[in-house]
């Protein structure tokens, strides 16, 4: 059998410019997602997981963790296709504001912005600084932040 190797498709670090903009797909919150997250982080608190309980909350229903919501933007933004085959890595984030929280069956997508980039010194990569606006069905925003990603230059 032959096998070919596959190629990046994602954009290489000298592609990305300030002021690119992109929106990611739409991903649902379910309960599925909310419980899977709470074993694995062991954080089952009762905002997440007590129906009656979060009936009577500020919220007046469970809402997902926040963190599992960050991991399914990271997700989103990989989706995209964008950094196929040229992410180097998550570095950073930044200044990362839980504003509302994302509710069981809340449809979530992310708005992008590229903010600056920097090369790094001694590898063939560099830092891409992206601002990320978290946005429900409603268009409220749910969290707003600043991530840093390290992205593979062009190979020569």
Do not use: C
């Not at 570095?91 to 790094?120: C, M, Q, Y």
């Amino acid at each position: 059998m032959t096998t070919f190797p596959s190629l990046p498709s994602g954009l290489w670090f000298d592609e990305f410019e300030p002021g690119q903009t992109m929106v990611t797909a739409g991903r649902t919150v379910t309960e599925a997602d909310v419980v899977n997250f709470a074993g694995l982080s062991g954080d089952f608190s009762a905002v997440h997981m007590d129906a009656q309980y979060s009936a009577q909350s500020g919220y007046g229903q469970r809402v997902a963790h926040g963190l599992l919501v960050v991991a399914i933007v990271s997700g989103l933004l990989v989706q995209t296709g964008l950094l196929d085959g040229t992410l180097g890595a998550f570095r950073e984030i930044k200044s990362w504001k839980f504003k509302h929280p994302a509710a069981i069956g809340d449809t979530i997508r992310a708005e992008i912005n590229v903010l600056e980039t920097n090369p790094l010194k001694g590898i063939d990569a560099g830092l891409v600084a992206i601002s990320i606006r978290v946005l429900n069905q409603d268009d409220l925003a749910l969290m707003t932040g600043r991530w840093s990603i390290m992205v593979m230059s062009r190979p020569a």
